[in-house]
């Protein structure tokens, strides 16, 4: 069974961080890509950042990078991301995602979806 499970979300007050984990498990997920969106209340799902499991291209969004690392574990099946330099605008709940071969910046190709975890950040 296949399953993205996201953690370390939570409340940081602005200009701190937070380190979130995507645990996925049920498949070899070296030929995946994996990916990180948000979504803030009353607006669309939106790409934060991704990475290509096999060769670690990565992927940012213009108002995350910089400030956002997002990184791959073999060993551990899991995806991480580093935000660092948190704003109140980043509050958001976070999914993790995945797709089949390299890394997109679309929701509409990813195909896993995690639960998602929620992410405030005070001002």
């Known amino acids: 069974q296949v399953q993205l499970v996201e953690s370390g979300g939570g409340l940081v007050q602005a200009g701190g961080s937070l380190r979130l984990s995507c645990a996925a498990s049920?498949?070899?997920?070296?030929?995946?890509?994996m990916a990180w969106f948000r979504q803030a209340p009353g607006k669309e799902r939106a790409f934060v950042a991704a990475v290509t499991w096999n060769d670690g291209n990565t992927k940012y969004a213009d108002s995350v990078r910089g400030r956002f690392t997002i990184s791959r574990d073999n060993a551990e099946n899991t995806v991480y991301l580093q935000m660092n330099s948190l704003k109140p605008e980043d509050t958001a709940d976070y999914y993790c995602?995945?797709?089949?071969?390299?890394?997109?910046?679309?929701?509409?190709?990813?195909?896993?979806w995690g639960q998602g975890t929620q992410v405030t950040v005070s001002s």
């Open positions: 049920g498949r070899s997920w070296r030929a995946y890509a």
């Open positions: 995602a995945a797709r089949l071969s390299y890394a997109t910046m679309s929701s509409n190709d990813y195909f896993y």
